[in-house]
């Protein structure tokens, strides 16, 4: 908006009807006091100021505009008729004036000075507001960068007052800060500690989670720099997601030597009992069976009856101690896993026919999803004893539904085949879900009502994790659950 002061009401309205003409907002002021009255109430980006007026003339009038911060820097365009002489111009430009035209005037020159100036002006008053802007900006991100040093210090704090070795990593999987215990098994930052021969690399299983951007678990032994002791410790390194972008990771060594220790003479001591247990059993076993072939008995008479419930007796002792046998290779890193090229639609139809073949109840098991009739390098014992694991407890917990549903995908972008098993059983609960694939785990919902000794998946778990895959469970109580592994393709 462009403010002409003049005494002169006629030449007011002409200079006003030219500005107006050209689309530029016009007010007025007839004296030097309404001028100032204006222009410290409204912003205006020029002022057309007429020299000669009563009690206050236009020099006044820009000296005291200049004075103030609120219309220092608005351009002043001094007109007159009367003072013309060079000094007057001199006094003009003095007083603030960006310039200084005699009349007569020449509209069309009027009308590019203001064109010039009004445009210089508009651009001044952007680049103030944009270096506002600015300075607020930078403000806010000197508030936020003080913030986020506080936060991050907090942060370093309480990973120092953690009894574990913590660390953090940048999104790249590279060590970005350490507390002081890490210096225990690693002489540098930027180095894992050094790994019993026989356990993971760190930085390959990092680097295999990383890539599928999930966090990583691993129980292993690391160096102490001064004893030279390897020491068992739980590794946990978890991404801490911007949005749905990985900003960094976050992990920990808990020290957990003295429960395997613990662990082990117990492990031991199973082992143990499981040999001692194996013979006897066999021997048994052989008996009865001979027995059974001496006596020649009727199945169908309650003697044969007998005999047969002690056969299955024996069947269930014998697979007991089998899985117990398979708790202590696992523990002990014996655990043979022999891989070759199977056809993985074999293993499934194997797994099934057993089940069928060994349940005398209406049991339907029906396949769903693409049939993954392709060769995957595995152990073809050891997944089809996961799968009958998982189809046995599908039927054992779905006492009042015999259905079992077994659905296979193959995911060529992850380079992985899933199988799910789905049953229509008691379901268990949420917050239970994730422990019940550990050792001696059993659901106290369910463990008066069905037997076992809470292994099984447990075994089934270690299988599929060194076949470099993974297990897990989705499940609603009263619904069913659905167990299920992965496998890579290759």
Not at 23 to 51: C, H, M, N, P, R
Not at 80 to 105: C, E, L, R
Not at 466 to 483: A, D, L, M, R
Request: glycine share 6%; proline share 3%.
């Amino acid at each position: 908006m462009i403010l002409i002061v003049d005494d002169n009401q006629s030449n007011l309205y002409s200079l006003q009807k030219l500005l107006e003409s050209k689309d530029f907002q016009v007010e007025t002021a007839g004296s030097g006091e309404e001028a100032l009255g204006k222009a410290l109430k409204k912003d205006y980006a020029l002022i057309i100021l007429d020299v000669q007026m009563p009690d206050m003339d236009g020099f006044e009038v820009a000296e005291t505009l200049a004075d103030y911060s609120k219309t220092k820097d608005v351009p002043i365009i001094f007109l007159s008729a009367v003072n013309t002489d060079k000094k007057f111009i001199t006094q003009g430009y003095a007083s603030g004036a960006k310039d200084y035209v005699t009349k007569p005037v020449d509209p069309e020159i009027l009308l590019l000075k203001v064109k010039t100036f009004y445009n210089l002006q508009e651009q001044n008053i952007a680049m103030k507001k944009t270096q506002q802007n600015l300075e607020l900006e930078v403000k806010g991100r000197r508030e936020s960068q003080v913030t986020m040093k506080s936060q991050i210090d907090h942060f370093h704090l309480m990973l120092e007052s953690l009894p574990q070795i913590a660390f953090t990593l940048n999104e790249n999987g590279i060590v970005d800060f350490v507390n002081g215990k890490w210096y225990q098994y690693s002489d540098t930052e930027q180095s894992f500690p050094k790994t019993h021969p026989d356990d993971h690399d760190i930085r390959e299983e990092l680097e295999r989670c990383r890539k599928k951007g999930k966090a990583l678990e691993l129980e292993i032994r690391i160096k102490n720099t001064v004893s030279g002791n390897y020491r068992y410790h739980l590794l946990r390194i978890t991404p801490v997601y911007d949005e749905n972008r990985i900003k960094n990771w976050v992990g920990t060594f808990t020290d957990i030597d003295d429960q395997k220790k613990v662990e082990k003479e117990k492990d031991e001591f199973l082992s143990i009992a499981s040999h001692e247990l194996k013979t006897p059993l066999t021997s048994i076993k052989a008996y009865v069976q001979l027995l059974e072939r001496k006596l020649k008995l009727d199945k169908e008479s309650p003697e044969g009856g007998f005999v047969t419930k002690v056969q299955g007796q024996i069947e269930k002792l014998n697979t007991l101690i089998t899985d117990l046998l398979d708790v202590s290779k696992i523990e002990n890193g014996k655990l043979k896993i022999n891989r070759k090229s199977v056809n993985l639609e074999s293993v499934i139809s194997n797994a099934i026919e057993t089940i069928l073949q060994t349940h005398d109840e209406q049991i339907r098991i029906e396949r769903h999803g693409t049939k993954p009739d392709i060769l995957i390098p595995l152990d073809e014992i050891r997944i089809e004893q996961v799968l009958i694991n998982f189809l046995t407890n599908a039927i054992k917990y779905s006492p009042e539904n015999n259905q079992v549903i077994v659905t296979t995908f193959v995911d060529e972008e992850a380079q992985e085949v899933r199988v799910n098993v789905t049953d229509f059983g008691i379901g268990i609960p949420d917050f239970k879900q994730d422990a019940v694939f550990k050792k001696f785990y059993r659901v106290e919902e369910s463990s008066l009502q069905f037997q076992g000794m809470g292994i099984g998946l447990f075994i089934c778990a270690e299988i599929i994790k060194q076949h470099h895959g993974n297990v897990g469970v989705s499940s609603i109580v009263g619904e069913g659950s659905t167990f299920y592994f992965t496998l890579p393709l290759n």
